[in-house]
């Protein structure tokens, strides 16, 4: 079983700086890749970045600079460091991880249940 809590959406104006947070609670498994997406209305769910277990990170082009993943893998931890927020940046960002089975390689991804951005004046 896994759960997820997700804070830290909210609106905000053009510009402006929110930071998301995500708490991932699983029963067994090592949650090996942690990141955040997003889906905005009439468009496909879209990766926004990634991070490793090691620490390697992953952003889509048009975030990059402005946002910034990080994990505190202690407390299965995922935030996502949003700067300079533009409307183009509203939707509902999901949190997301990949957790593998004891001793397998195999891994299952896990969403949590959103939360919403909105970047307007």
């Known amino acids: 079983q896994v759960q997820f809590v997700e804070s830290g959406g909210g609106l905000v104006q053009p510009g402006g700086s929110l930071r998301l947070s995500c708490v991932v609670s699983r029963s067994s498994g090592s949650i090996t890749v942690m990141g955040w997406h997003r889906q905005a209305p009439g468009k496909q769910r879209e990766l926004v970045a990634s991070i490793l277990s090691g620490g390697t990170t992953n952003y889509k082009d048009s975030v990059k600079g402005r946002f910034t993943i990080s994990r505190d893998s202690d407390k299965n931890t995922v935030y996502l460091q949003m700067n300079n927020l533009s409307p183009e940046d509203t939707a509902v960002y999901y949190c997301?991880?990949?957790?593998?089975?004891?001793?397998?390689?195999?891994?299952?991804?896990?969403w949590g249940q959103g939360t919403q951005v909105t970047v307007s004046s």
């Open positions: 997301a991880a990949d957790i593998s089975p004891p001793g397998t390689n195999r891994y299952s991804r896990f």
